[in-house]
């Protein structure tokens, strides 16, 4: 395994965990919350040119990686020369807010694994809602090259949708990751924290899954997506299933969308 530095690592406990190899919690910063899990491929002969970065979601101020363990299972299964990184990143607050920070802990992470691996490496951003928001805002809004992938599954696209700003059920919903302000008195911060608003021709290819009864991601959100990538010729797929906020899709759809996943990243990474 020439091409992996980690293994220098010596402090760390080493997990035989199927075709990878689990690291656990290495800090990609100097915060607590800035670790990740790190799955290498197990194989003498892997040299790893391709990483999937798993971002939770909890709405910018809660979850954590392990609530992203579900999918841990079938990327090792279907892609045993990929490595996988489960991250955790700083949680918001009112106080200290998402944005810009948890982007920035997006760049770490990255950072700190182009320089794990002696050769280049592209990346394929998952998350799940915030976490999707925040894959989505850190890719598009950077142009970050080296992300070929994004796969949002229930992430919202708009934080100034009309379906959002519109409804007083929502207010409050972003405070964590914009700080303590309306709509109404900070557009600018909404707009600039919408993913939707930076798509453009270099945007990574993207799918996504949203539920048809979702009451944290309107159904007005994932067409703007869909249109918006469309119009500037951005590869993507997206698919609706019944249900809510990703949590009480049936079995079939969940096996659906790993399948997808598979074909998704085969066909276009
Ligand atoms: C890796 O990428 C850098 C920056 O794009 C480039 O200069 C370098 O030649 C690449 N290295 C390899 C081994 O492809
Ligand atoms: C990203 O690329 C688009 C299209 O080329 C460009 O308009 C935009 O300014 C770029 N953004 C950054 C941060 O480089
Ligand atoms: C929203 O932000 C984008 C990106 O910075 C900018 O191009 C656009 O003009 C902004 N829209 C509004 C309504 O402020
Ligand atoms: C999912 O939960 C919502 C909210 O309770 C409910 O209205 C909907 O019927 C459920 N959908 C499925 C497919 O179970």
């Known amino acids: 395994m020439i091409s992996i530095k980690l293994y220098f690592l010596v402090g760390f406990i080493l997990h ?23 799955y290498l491929p197990s194989s003498e002969n892997s040299v790893v040119s391709k990483v999937v970065v798993l971002v939770h979601g909890g709405a910018w101020f809660s979850g954590e990686k392990a609530d992203m363990l579900e999918f841990v299972p079938f990327l090792e299964r279907d892609f ?17 807010p998402g944005f810009p920070k948890q982007v920035d802990d997006l760049d770490l992470a990255l950072t700190y694994l182009r320089g794990t691996f002696t050769n280049n490496v592209t990346f394929a951003l998952f998350g799940t809602s915030a976490g999707a928001h925040l894959s989505m805002l850190y890719s598009y809004s950077r142009n970050v090259t080296d992300v070929k ?13 009309p379906s959002y700003v519109g409804n007083p059920l929502y207010n409050g919903l972003f405070y964590n990751l914009v700080g303590p302000c309306l709509y109404a008195e900070c557009p600018d911060l909404y707009n600039a924290t919408s993913p939707l608003v930076y798509v453009n021709e270099r945007s990574a290819k993207t799918i996504g899954f949203y539920g048809d009864f979702d009451l944290q991601v309107p159904s007005t959100q994932m067409p703007l997506l869909r249109e918006k990538l469309g119009s500037f010729g951005v590869t993507n797929k997206f698919k609706v299933y019944q249900g809510g906020h990703g949590w009480n899709w049936s079995d079939a759809d969940k096996e659906d969308l790993r399948v997808e996943i598979t074909q998704f990243f085969n066909e276009n990474w």
Not at 152 to 161: A, N
């Open 16 to 38: 035989a965990h199927g075709e990878h190899i689990l690291i656990p919690d290495v800090p990609y910063g100097s915060h607590p919350e800035q670790i990740m899990d790190i």
């Open 80 to 96: 045993p020369d990929y490595c996988i990184a489960n991250m955790d990143y700083q949680l918001g607050t009112h106080e200290s």
């Open 149 to 161: 992938i994004i796969v949002s599954h229930v992430g919202p696209p708009d934080l100034t949708d």
